[in-house]
């Protein structure tokens, strides 16, 4: 039905072998047969496989202050294929056309990653909501300290849960308590605690609120 498609495997390190073995004629002949001899083709299909395999064999050359930051670097690929062996039947690898190594995300991506999720997330408000919401650089900060401690070494999920924690949540107490209401428009901001400022709070006075119900320092 739809010849040109691009055809995911997450984490393929998870299938079953016997998933993997029937893999092999998919990526040799560009067709699959089920058990009841019907023949699909995947000539005109993209087949991508993403795994973990190597993820902490790469951590620690990076911790013996080798040079990864480059996902192309040769050392890295290499590494990674190595892993690879010990996991796949050579039969397997042979039949990838490219093996792609992606070097831990630093500081920049980090930063990039932290601004298009918080931006998503004001923007999922004002349509949901119709809340117009402001998030200054101080309470950035504390996203991106919160979620520093893990964020090298898990990717970007640390960064997703602490926006949840610092944005989606507060908001959504405020929202539950009457403190906030649709239209309003609210601003974030952090000095020592994190403050809420609402066109429905009296006077403008800012809110302090909680973060997971601890104080925020």
Known sequence: RNPHSVLLFDEMEKAHPDVLNTLLQLLDDGLLT???????????????????????????????????????????????????????????????????????????????????????????????????????????????????????????RPLRRAVTCWIDDVVSQAVVEGTIQKGDCVTLDYNGTLMVVSDTLKGGTPLEISVRGVAVS
Not at 43 to 58: A, E, L, P
Not at 78 to 83: F, W
Not at 129 to 138: A, F, G, R
Request: hydrophobic share 35%; glycine share 4%.
């Open 34 to 156: 089920d058990g009841q001899g019907r023949t699909v083709s995947f000539c005109n299909t993209v087949v991508i496989f993403t795994s973990n395999i190597g993820s902490q064999r790469i951590l620690d050359m990076e911790q013996h202050d080798k040079d990864i930051s480059d996902s192309s670097s040769s050392s890295l690929t290499l590494a990674v294929t190595n892993e690879l062996s010990q996991y796949l039947k050579p039969e397997f690898i042979n039949r990838l056309d490219e093996i792609v190594a992606f070097a831990p995300l630093g500081p920049t991506e980090l930063s990039n990653i932290c601004d298009n999720i918080i931006a998503s997330t004001v923007e999922r408000a004002r349509e949901e909501q119709n809340l117009m919401i402001t998030v200054l650089p101080s309470v950035r900060d504390q996203i991106m300290q919160q979620s520093s401690a893990t964020s090298h070494n898990l990717g970007a």
